[in-house]
């Protein structure tokens, strides 16, 4: 997956996020978005096991921020 098709996809997906569940990004459905205390925590599956591989928390004040940075970098 491209860079600029990711980024495309966390900021559709994270204005989507806040009103859903979780959310599976990707071709391969290994990144999901989903609501987690006061945020939205992004996590990397493991394409082999299935197990979270890495996750970053974006907090719900720092989402705009991440928004206007992909925005940006088009």
């Not at 996809?9 to 609501?35: H, M, Q, S, Y």
């Not at 197990?51 to 928004?67: A, Y």
């Amino acid at each position: 997956m491209k860079a600029s098709e990711f980024k495309k996809l966390i900021r559709e997906e994270v204005k989507n996020v806040l009103k859903e569940a979780t959310v599976k990004l990707g071709p391969d459905k290994n990144f999901i978005l989903k609501n987690y205390k006061g945020g939205v925590l992004l996590q990397k599956l493991d394409p082999n096991g299935g197990q979270v591989h890495s996750e970053m928390l974006i907090l719900k004040n720092e989402i705009p921020d991440v928004i206007a940075f992909l925005n940006k970098n088009k």
